[in-house]
């Protein structure tokens, strides 16, 4: 009996003793996993299980299989990952649950993995699981918002970014009660609050919660170098989002040098940041930088993780799409064929990822014309949006609309309606009438009508849409970056140019159309050309503590007014949301700050300018015109189907507005099979001395004289190569010219009209003259082509009874000098303006790549900044001698009457019209009221001459426009060529 109770009493102690053992080796994995050593701490876990399973209680194979399949997580291995958690969640439920705190982790890590699978309603049933143990388990407050936060995480990968936000905010607010505050999970939630701020339009809160993360990351230690890491890597692409692409390039190789400091886990770290340089690069369109990171990444995950690595799969398909964006299609279905294998492998073929590179590659096999292999791809896509989201979805609506396309590009158009219609209806459905993605469903509804050539309808639907998008502006663009506000101009201009030319062509059926096409168009003229940066400055600047208030609560409630808009109908039903409500109350509170605050209403992009409300503006001695581009759309020529492309000939639809008139009349501008460059050849022939130039009037201007010849002044809204020509110098008849007859000055957009006389105190000039472009210090400067010395202004041309004038010339003659110039009467800038991005320089200081945004001023030390540039030395921006167009709009000359561009470089084709006319427009959103500035070169200089006359007459008249006519009128007697006396034009209305 004793050696029986002695066998008994020694198994107990042996078994005790290996479950202290278990445990003191699970602590010892535990501290690897704590500190971030993933691949060790998941060697240790594995051990443990291969050496001791049959000695483990549930509970502890249960607590290892957790931390396996957390760790398979990390490591990007969802199905192993996947497979431990079910063990885990099994040997928690087998053993009775004996530890509530650690079934609730499980549960907890099952959702999020299930969120990165996308199968939001397996993560949320998961996540709430684990709610409702954790909710009554005594001391487990932290534990309890640290999973609510994860909760948050599915709502903001589906888009619900007020629900994510409420959920984080909440969070928050319980962990610093909580004194919960410097924990990494504190970290996390404060880098996913940044992240949906920056999303959702308040940029700047957004940086202060991700720099807020980052600092307490770095707080922790170097055990969490790698979550310091990850969210620096968020603010880099917070900085690449803003455009501020210096800053996110220097942030993301301070990471890259952070990880590879980082043992263990350096090689998938280093994958991340590399792959997250190479899109940057992309977006910047430095395509070979960019490929050499892709190519990188790949190399390091052949070498390190594999080419089953999800990472290899991503570089394969941005490689890609940098295939596509060169036009290489062949390399991108190669690329694209590889993703697609590792994604199969990886997360099977009803993955997201995997369908979205199905998507891709079917795109890439439609262009090569192998399109039964494309529609194939298509309809396998379709079933797998089935199967993860349901019919019901709108990218289920986008697939079909891909199979719409593909279907019309080969005749099938019956069939084409069919998916386009099941498309319309989705949208309706779940995201209503005045959603975006509707008004785009129906933009394929018009191209099919064009297709069957039933323009009506096909104008019916694009109007439609066109509607839709116009009415987002006002709501969507004073919180976008400026990112985000060139995509959306490059995709509304390509719909109104679609629907230019469907209406222009039904003129005559319907000209009451000529109201749609003028008002579409001068809601989206200039649309670039929004900044609130002058707006917020002043507020911060502020005292009154009421306004920044104010101005806050706008901004809020404009975010989330945004956020109801990406909304589905049901789902606003569900949080009891009424748009109409909430568009009324926040325009009242709009209307407040409009009364407070200078140049508040050109940053809402609020458009009160309609054909009624400019007719009702012209006065008895001018006429408006507005000249709009017509770009000619047709079916290409293919043997079966119907593809639509824009052409190059273009005609131009002058919208005229005359005194004592209802509404506008319009004329036809153009002759049919001519080219943009063709016209511009005509009128530069003439300006040559090469013809008469009767033609070129006849064909570009006749028609609006015959209509405008008893005014004395027009104001002209330019398009196209219009912005490049001065229509005073047309000769019409004899000797006379157009400006014997009327001045005619450019209007920057129709908003121009509305604006209020600029009210000015006490007389100031700034002249700035001769900058010195090229330092005696640099032995090798950069070219900026032939920039003779121009012939300075005198001081004497202002009186000095009236003006105080201030001169800057040479190396004095610079940006910062500009930039401080506060608010000038005039400012005068004897210097070039160019209109071509040279060495790609401008673009790696704005984030807009329209070409109205490749132009400048040079000033000084401008060679010098190129020459740095080409050397890769970084410059400062606010003083590099390279005034560009973004910065320029970003002054405040809200009170400054004329600004004056003696000389500009040589302009040489049509596309640098438009850089001329960004320019112009740029100095206008400044708040200058006038520009005067060279549109045509001559050989023969006499700028000075010009421009001292015609200071001469304003200081006599304070007439800005019959200054300049008079000026140009006298010099004409005595240079009859146009180019000489005619070398300057208005932008402005006095």
Wanted: hydrophobic share 35%; proline share 3%; aromatic share 12%.
């Amino acid at each position: 009996m004793k050696n029986v109770l002695a066998c008994i009493i020694f198994s107990m102690v042996l078994g005790l003793s290996y479950a202290q053992n278990i445990n003191s080796l699970i602590s010892e994995a535990e501290q690897n996993l704590e500190r971030n050593h993933w691949e060790k701490a998941r060697d240790s876990f594995k051990q443990i299980i291969d050496s001791y399973e049959d000695d483990m209680t549930y509970h502890q194979r249960a607590k290892v299989y957790n931390h396996l399949g957390y760790l398979h997580y990390s490591l990007l291995d969802p199905f192993e990952a996947e497979r431990y958690l079910n063990l885990s969640i099994l040997y928690h439920e087998e053993a009775g649950i004996p530890n509530q705190r650690d079934y609730a982790e499980a549960l907890l890590n099952m959702g999020v993995l299930y969120l990165d699978q996308v199968e939001f309603d397996l993560a949320r049933q998961y996540i709430q699981k684990s709610l409702d143990i954790l909710e009554k388990l005594p001391n487990a407050r932290a534990q309890y918002w640290i999973a609510r936060s994860k909760l948050g995480f599915v709502y903001e990968e589906a888009g619900s970014y007020t629900l994510a936000l409420s959920i984080y905010n909440e969070s928050y607010e319980q962990l610093v009660a909580l004194g919960n505050d410097l924990s990494p999970d504190f970290a996390e939630i404060c880098m996913h609050k940044g992240r949906i701020l920056i999303f959702t339009g308040d940029p700047d809160e957004g940086e202060k919660f991700i720099n807020l993360s980052t600092t307490i990351y770095e707080s922790l230690g170097p055990d969490f170098a790698v979550q310091r890491a990850e969210s620096l890597e968020h603010l880099a692409i917070f900085f690449e989002r803003m455009g501020r692409y210096d800053e996110a390039e220097e942030t993301l190789l301070t990471v890259l040098r952070l990880k590879r400091t980082i043992p263990d886990e350096a090689d998938i770290l280093i994958i991340e940041t590399l792959n997250d340089l190479g899109i940057m690069y992309h977006q910047l369109g430095q395509y070979e930088k960019a490929k050499e990171m892709f190519n990188e990444v790949v190399s390091e995950c052949e070498e390190n993780v594999g080419t089953d690595h999800p990472f290899y799969a991503t570089a394969k398909n941005n490689l890609g799409a940098l295939a596509i964006s060169e036009g290489n299609f062949v390399d991108a279905r190669e690329m694209f064929n590889a993703a697609l294998t590792t994604y199969k492998v990886k997360f099977g073929e009803s993955h997201p990822y995997y369908a979205n590179t199905l998507n891709n590659l079917a795109r890439v096999e439609r262009k090569l014309g192998n399109t039964y292999l494309a529609e194939q791809y298509y309809r396998e896509v379709l079933k797998i949006d089935e199967r993860i989201y349901g019919k019901d979805h709108p990218d289920y609506a986008t697939t079909l609309i891909n199979l719409g396309i593909l279907c019309s590009a080969n005749g099938r158009e019956d069939e084409a309606a069919k998916y386009y219609e099941e498309a319309v209806q989705i949208r309706a459905k779940v995201l209503g009438e005045n959603h975006p993605a509707y008004g785009s469903a129906l933009e394929y509804m018009g191209m099919h009508a064009l297709a069957i050539g039933n323009y009506s309808n096909a104008e019916k639907y694009f109007s439609e849409s066109i509607r839709i998008q116009i009415d987002r502006i006002h709501t969507l663009f004073p919180i976008m970056s400026e990112i985000d506000r060139q995509s959306f101009y490059d995709g509304i201009i390509k719909s109104i140019d679609r629907y230019n030319f469907i209406a222009f062509g039904l003129l005559d059926q319907k000209p009451e159309l000529i109201k749609n096409i003028y008002d579409f168009h001068v809601k989206t003229k200039g649309i670039l050309f929004s900044t609130s940066d002058k707006v917020l400055e002043k507020i911060q600047e502020s005292d009154d503590y009421e306004l920044k208030e104010l101005y806050r609560q706008w901004q809020s409630d404009k975010r989330l007014l945004a956020s109801y808009f990406q909304m589905g109908i049901h789902e606003l039903e569900d949080l009891n949301i009424n748009l109409q409500y909430e568009e009324t109350r926040i325009e009242r509170l709009e209307d407040n700050l409009i009364s407070r605050i200078d140049n508040f209403e050109g940053s809402l992009q609020r458009f009160r300018e309609n054909w009624q409300s400019v007719q009702q503006k012209v006065r008895s001695n001018e006429a408006f015109v507005e000249l709009i581009q017509i770009r000619e759309f047709e079916s290409l020529d293919q043997a079966q189907g119907t593809l639509f492309s824009f052409t190059n000939y273009t005609k131009y639809l002058a919208v005229i507005f005359l005194p004592n008139q209802d509404e506008p009349v319009f004329e036809i501008i153009g002759t049919d099979g001519t080219t943009d460059p063709q016209y511009l050849s005509q009128y530069r022939d003439y300006i040559d001395g090469d013809t008469d130039g009767q033609s070129s009037f006849e064909v570009l201007w006749e028609p609006i004289h015959d209509r405008v010849k008893n005014v004395d002044f027009v104001r002209l809204g330019s398009d196209g190569i219009f912005h490049g020509i001065n229509p005073n110098v047309f000769k019409t008849s004899g000797k006379n010219h157009v400006i014997d007859d009327y001045l005619v000055t450019n209007l920057s957009s129709p908003h121009d009209l509305f604006r209020e006389n600029a009210v000015v105190y006490s007389q100031r000039a700034y002249i700035f003259s001769n900058p010195d472009y090229v330092s005696s210090e640099i032995s090798d400067p950069a070219d900026l082509g032939e920039l003779p010395v121009i012939s300075g202004l005198s001081e004497e041309v202002f009186d000095p009874v009236d003006w105080s004038v201030r001169s800057y010339e040479g190396e004095n003659a610079n940006e910062l000098r500009i930039r401080s110039a506060f608010n000038p009467t005039v400012l005068h800038i004897d210097a070039y303006g160019f209109f071509e991005d040279r060495f790609k320089y401008i673009r790696t200081k704005s984030p807009l790549t329209s070409k109205l945004f490749q132009s400048g001023i040079y000033l000084s030390g401008a060679s010098e900044s190129y020459s740095r540039f080409l050397e890769g030395i970084r410059t400062i921006s606010e003083n590099d001698g390279i005034l560009s167009t973004h910065e320029i709009m970003n002054l405040d000359l809200t009170k400054t009457k004329l600004v004056v561009v003696s000389d500009i470089v040589n302009q040489t084709n049509s596309s640098t019209a438009n850089a001329s006319y960004g320019l112009q427009r740029a100095f206008m959103v400044a708040g200058a009221h006038n520009v005067l500035m060279r549109v045509l070169k001559s050989e023969q200089d006499i700028t000075k001459e010009l421009l001292t006359l015609f200071y001469k007459k304003y200081n006599e008249t304070k007439k800005i426009g019959s200054s300049l006519k008079q000026a140009q009128l006298e010099l004409r007697a005595k240079y009859p060529d146009p180019k000489i006396w005619g070398g300057f034009m208005i932008t402005g209305i006095e």
